[in-house]
């Protein structure tokens, strides 16, 4: 019978199990208000230690005073009343990680949130933890490529560096960032993307674009969004830099986006003022900044000893009437490595990306990019900085002397050249090939207006029929002389067919 | 200066402590003047509270809330035991609550010593669940 070693089975789990006799710690709900409670007793309860509500609600300790606790609820915080027990749970809190994260959207607790079934990870990370000390860390050396021509060449990004994107609504920050992570296809990155207070909407549409183009299979999104409780947008980016932690403690490489960072600034407002701590500057808490600098210090390059893992960190910020001057903006860009700044007046010019740049910069990424891009690139910035001088002359057009006016044009047309559409990354080799042409005067005989569609042409030519450079630009990743004048012949076999 | 329920409640008690019992009446007129003074008189019931509760701490006393599923009579033993647990004495409140379905739920200030059967099946479906999945 079948049944029966079922029974048996049954049995002898029954027969095996010890009941424990649990002694816990417990506390009074005081009162509760929007997302916070106030909790007595708990008296051996440590900082940011999670605590249980019962019915599946979890909150967290943060002010440890005299007679109460204050804690944050993360769940449906109108399920809990005055008088509740709650029980200390002596765990820090802390996200379950590992791999079987990849693909998945889970929220700040990495709960699963598609629906594919729970997820059963025996490692747990703690959201806050100390960042990498001195003695572990190395310089950034290897880039993030991310495919879009401007940052690569001009605002290069390293692994293990901070670069904040900053600009105003609807001006393409959450563009650049998806672009950057549909391009880590096959260079060995685990990329997280970490929805801070945004639409459902907008994250179901994320989620389905980088699904569609195969870009899930390396990505973790978390998912914090705008209809739940400001708890957890408060605590999202710490769990999503947990799970980036993971793969970096595994000598692996993590390019983690934290969209947006302002938001959960206005999330931790929200908390503070309601714990009632002091509110400062434009009403956010005094350690507002900390709140900032904690996280986003948790980017680091590993020296070997330590695995050699790298965790990337993408935080973007929202300014209003493109005012970077504002408390928040100010903080984040004292703390990154640099900002990609994008301006909506460029944006609607039809410049897209819209990166304005001579507002960007990238203080280490330099150091990290291969020696083909840096030379191609080295032109670019010069002649770039200098069309911004002459621009304001631009208006009076023929009037100017024949060398000005070559300036312009070349201006223009590198400006035309850095234009790039959204889900069209573009590999280092032929980013490097293209400018080398614009360099040594090839696009000199095409109109401005026709120099994308030439770039188009062109990148199609190389894959048809001159495979083999692209090949050996990606090896060699340096411009060699004898590379060098096969891509003189290529660009003008190239030529020939261009009309 | 507004002053609060616990600020209310520690001087009260200590002034109540430090005179002689044929002076209390007079000690708590005094300080029902200073609450309609002060337009504190609102706190009255809650001071009262804070009083009870903070004189049984000053005392070492304890409560010790028992629940049980269905009303029993708590044993002599348990009671001694918990004393001693308690340091002092224990002021042993007793609740029925049928969810427990068995044995008995025993709270002294922000300590429970959970023995519900309730909790032991939890623990039992848990341990069940968590080695079907292993498996």
Same mark, same amino acid.
């Given at each position: 019978?079948?049944?029966?070693?079922?029974?048996?089975?049954?049995?002898?789990?029954?027969k095996?199990?010890?009941?424990?006799?649990?002694? #816990?710690?417990?506390?009074?709900?005081?009162?509760?208000?929007?997302?916070?409670?106030?909790?007595?007793?708990?008296?051996?309860?440590?900082?940011?230690?999670?605590?249980?509500?019962?019915?599946?609600?979890?909150?967290?300790?943060?002010?440890?005073?005299?007679?109460?606790?204050?804690?944050?609820?993360?769940?449906?915080?109108?399920?809990?009343?005055?008088?509740?027990?709650?029980?200390s749970t002596?765990?820090?809190l802390?996200?379950?990680?590992?791999?079987?994260?990849i693909?998945?959207?889970?929220?700040?607790?990495?709960?699963a949130?598609?629906?594919?079934?729970?997820?059963?990870?025996?490692?747990f990370?703690?959201?806050?933890?100390i960042?990498?000390?001195?003695?572990?860390r190395?310089?950034?050396?290897?880039?993030?490529q991310?495919?879009?021509?401007?940052?690569?060449?001009?605002?290069?990004i390293?692994?293990?560096?901070r670069?904040?994107?900053?600009?105003?609504?609807?001006?393409?920050?959450?563009?650049?960032?998806?672009?950057?992570?549909?391009?880590?296809?096959?260079?060995?990155?685990i990329?997280?993307?970490?929805?801070?207070?945004?639409?459902?909407?907008?994250?179901?549409?994320?989620?389905?674009?980088l699904?569609?183009?195969?870009?899930?299979?390396?990505?973790?999104?978390?998912?914090?969004?705008?209809?739940?409780?400001?708890?957890?947008?408060?605590?999202?980016?710490? *769990?999503?830099?947990?799970?980036?932690?993971?793969?970096?403690?595994?000598?692996?490489?993590?390019?983690?986006?934290?969209?947006?960072?302002?938001?959960?600034?206005?999330?931790?407002?929200?908390?503070?003022l309601?714990?009632?701590?002091?509110?400062?500057?434009?009403?956010?808490?005094?350690?507002?900044?900390?709140l900032?600098?904690?996280?986003?210090?948790?980017?680091?390059?590993?020296?070997?000893?330590?695995?050699?893992?790298?965790?990337?960190?993408?935080?973007?910020?929202?300014?209003?009437?493109?005012?970077?001057?504002?408390?928040?903006?100010?903080?984040?860009?004292?703390?990154?490595d640099?900002?990609?700044?994008?301006?909506?007046?460029?944006?609607?010019?039809?410049?897209?990306?819209?990166?304005s740049v001579?507002?960007?910069?990238?203080?280490?990424?330099?150091?990290?990019?291969?020696?083909?891009?840096?030379?191609?690139?080295?032109?670019? !910035?010069?002649?770039?900085?200098?069309?911004?001088?002459?621009?304001?002359?631009?208006?009076?057009? *023929?009037?100017l002397? #024949?060398?000005?006016?070559?300036?312009l044009?070349?201006?223009?047309?590198?400006t035309e050249?850095?234009?790039?559409?959204?889900?069209?990354?573009?590999?280092?080799?032929?980013?490097?090939?293209?400018?080398?042409?614009v360099?040594?005067?090839?696009?000199?005989?095409?109109?401005?207006?026709?120099?994308?569609?030439?770039?188009?042409?062109?990148?199609?030519?190389?894959?048809?029929?001159?495979?083999?450079?692209?090949?050996?630009?990606?090896?060699?990743?340096?411009?060699?002389?004898?590379?060098?004048?096969?891509?003189?012949?290529?660009?003008?076999?190239?030529?020939?067919?261009?009309? | 200066m507004?002053?609060?329920?616990?600020?209310?409640?520690?001087?009260l008690?200590?002034?109540?402590?430090?005179?002689?019992?044929?002076?209390?009446d007079?000690?708590?007129?005094?300080?029902?003047?200073?609450?309609?003074?002060?337009?504190?008189?609102?706190?009255?019931?809650?001071i009262?509270?804070?009083? #009870?509760?903070?004189? !049984?701490?000053?005392?070492?006393?304890?409560?010790?809330?028992?629940?049980?599923?269905?009303?029993?009579?708590?044993? !002599?033993?348990?009671?001694?035991?918990?004393?001693?647990?308690?340091?002092?004495?224990?002021?042993?409140?007793?609740?029925?609550?049928?969810?427990i379905?068995?044995?008995?739920?025993?709270?002294?200030?922000?300590?429970?010593?959970?023995?519900?059967a309730?909790?032991?099946?939890?623990?039992?479906?848990?341990?069940?669940? *968590?080695?079907?999945? !292993?498996?």
């Amino acid at each position: 019978m079948n049944t029966n070693p079922i029974i048996e089975q049954l049995k002898n789990q029954i027969k095996g199990f010890a009941p424990n006799i649990e002694v #816990e710690k417990v506390g009074t709900v005081l009162e509760v208000s929007d997302g916070v409670a106030r909790v007595s007793g708990l008296s051996e309860v440590k900082s940011m230690e999670m605590l249980d509500f019962g019915n599946q609600i979890f909150g967290v300790a943060l002010n440890l005073e005299e007679h109460a606790v204050g804690a944050i609820i993360l769940d449906d915080y109108t399920q809990v009343n005055a008088g509740d027990t709650v029980k200390s749970t002596g765990r820090i809190l802390s996200v379950p990680v590992g791999e079987q994260l990849i693909g998945r959207v889970v929220d700040a607790l990495g709960k699963a949130k598609d629906g594919k079934g729970e997820i059963s990870s025996q490692t747990f990370y703690p959201i806050e933890k100390i960042a990498p000390g001195v003695i572990t860390r190395k310089s950034v050396s290897e880039p993030v490529q991310t495919g879009i021509k401007a940052i690569d060449t001009l605002i290069p990004i390293g692994r293990g560096q901070r670069e904040l994107i900053i600009g105003d609504r609807q001006t393409g920050k959450t563009a650049v960032a998806i672009d950057a992570i549909l391009n880590q296809k096959g260079q060995d990155m685990i990329c997280i993307y970490v929805a801070i207070g945004q639409k459902e909407g907008k994250i179901a549409k994320i989620v389905a674009e980088l699904e569609e183009r195969g870009a899930m299979e390396y990505t973790i999104v978390v998912s914090a969004s705008a209809s739940e409780p400001a708890a957890q947008s408060f605590i999202a980016p710490y *769990s999503g830099c947990a799970m980036g932690e993971y793969f970096m403690d595994q000598g692996k490489d993590v390019l983690v986006v934290y969209d947006d960072l302002s938001k959960q600034a206005v999330a931790y407002r929200e908390i503070s003022l309601l714990l009632r701590r002091p509110p400062g500057r434009e009403a956010y808490p005094g350690d507002v900044f900390y709140l900032h600098s904690r996280l986003l210090e948790r980017s680091a390059r590993l020296n070997e000893d330590y695995g050699g893992g790298s965790l990337t960190a993408l935080p973007i910020i929202e300014t209003q009437a493109g005012d970077i001057s504002a408390y928040i903006p100010t903080n984040v860009i004292s703390i990154t490595d640099g900002q990609v700044f994008l301006e909506s007046d460029l944006f609607y010019k039809g410049i897209r990306p819209a990166i304005s740049v001579g507002s960007s910069v990238s203080r280490v990424g330099g150091a990290a990019q291969t020696k083909a891009t840096k030379k191609v690139a080295g032109k670019l !910035k010069v002649a770039l900085a200098q069309y911004r001088e002459l621009e304001a002359f631009a208006q009076f057009g *023929s009037d100017l002397d #024949e060398a000005t006016q070559k300036q312009l044009a070349e201006g223009r047309r590198l400006t035309e050249l850095m234009k790039q559409a959204q889900y069209s990354p573009i590999s280092m080799e032929k980013q490097v090939a293209i400018l080398y042409a614009v360099n040594n005067g090839y696009l000199d005989d095409v109109e401005i207006e026709q120099t994308l569609e030439f770039e188009k042409q062109f990148y199609e030519y190389l894959e048809t029929s001159a495979k083999s450079v692209l090949e050996k630009i990606a090896k060699e990743k340096a411009l060699s002389d004898e590379l060098n004048t096969e891509l003189d012949q290529t660009i003008k076999a190239f030529k020939q067919t261009w009309s | 200066m507004k002053y609060s329920i616990q600020q209310y409640t520690t001087a009260l008690y200590e002034t109540i402590a430090e005179c002689k019992p044929d002076q209390h009446d007079k000690v708590i007129q005094n300080f029902i003047d200073i609450l309609k003074k002060n337009d504190d008189l609102h706190y009255y019931e809650k001071i009262v509270e804070a009083y #009870e509760k903070y004189d !049984k701490e000053q005392k070492g006393e304890k409560d010790v809330t028992i629940t049980t599923a269905t009303e029993t009579k708590v044993d !002599k033993e348990l009671i001694t035991a918990l004393n001693q647990i308690a340091g002092h004495k224990a002021n042993i409140i007793q609740q029925t609550n049928p969810d427990i379905v068995g044995g008995m739920v025993i709270r002294v200030e922000d300590t429970l010593i959970d023995a519900s059967a309730k909790t032991q099946l939890d623990q039992l479906n848990k341990q069940m669940k *968590s080695e079907e999945g !292993k498996k």
